[in-house]
């Protein structure tokens, strides 16, 4: 089982949409949690972090489920400027390295 | 807003040069990283570093790499005899103590022929 895994899709949405992703994560004492977004050819860029009462910013909300182990981002009134391929990612005991997922395609048209 | 810095944004060589790349990190961070990330494939973790020592690293960072901070703002990848499939993007992060976000630099595009 892979460590973070979530539906590459694309996602195709209109502009205005609501659209949710789905993570999940096979290491049950996994401590932190953060979704970043990840433009073509373009360095990962923090988006929020995951907190276990769940966390709102702006049009983003994010969710962890401990007991199904699974992290969810859900963003509302979709804008053109959101396409781009969002990551899970997760850090786990004992260890200072970050653990991503491959992404998940998100492409909002007009 | 601090932001981490690398150079260079491409880098061409050919198989068995060394490549070394350069990171700024941001300046009041205390934990600095190496990913990459080959062409249509998730971000993968090469190694850490704090206390100018490797805290930990992965199966990929084998012999050919090696990192060190020189002075008090870089921080370097080498490679030592590059090989075809250490083309990717190369990706430095840093993070404050305390914190565990993780902010990374634009990347460097290595490209080996």
């Known amino acids: 089982r892979k460590e973070v895994e979530q539906d590459p899709g694309p996602f195709n949405v209109p502009e205005g949409a609501t659209v949710a992703f789905n993570c999940t994560y096979s290491n049950s004492a996994s401590q932190s949690f953060f979704w970043y977004r990840q433009d073509c050819r373009k360095e990962p860029k923090l988006l929020m972090s995951?907190?276990?009462s769940g966390n709102e910013d702006g049009r983003f909300t994010a969710q962890l489920n401990r007991a199904s182990q699974y992290i969810s981002l859900l963003i509302r009134d979709s804008k053109l400027s959101d396409s781009a391929t969002y990551l899970c990612v997760v850090n786990n005991p004992g260890r200072r390295a970050l653990t991503f997922g491959s992404g998940t395609r998100l492409q909002v048209q007009p | 807003e601090p932001e981490v810095t690398q150079t260079p944004s491409h880098q061409v060589t050919q198989m068995g040069q060394e490549v070394i790349l350069r990171c700024v990190p941001i300046?009041?961070?205390?934990?600095f990283y190496w990913y990459r990330q080959i062409l249509g494939q998730k971000v993968e973790f090469l190694v850490s570093?704090?206390?100018?020592?490797?805290?930990?690293k992965s199966e990929i960072f084998d012999d050919q790499f090696s990192v060190e901070r020189p002075d008090g703002s870089n921080f370097t990848l080498k490679i030592r005899s590059t090989k075809l499939e250490d083309s990717a993007m190369y990706f430095c992060?840093?993070?404050?103590?305390?914190?565990?976000?993780?902010?990374f630099g634009p990347g460097t595009r290595l490209t080996v022929t």
């Open positions: 300046s009041n961070h205390l934990y």
């Open positions: 570093f704090y206390n100018n020592e490797i805290s930990e």
């Open positions: 992060a840093s993070r404050v103590s305390q914190a565990y976000e993780q902010y």
């Open positions: 995951v907190y276990s």
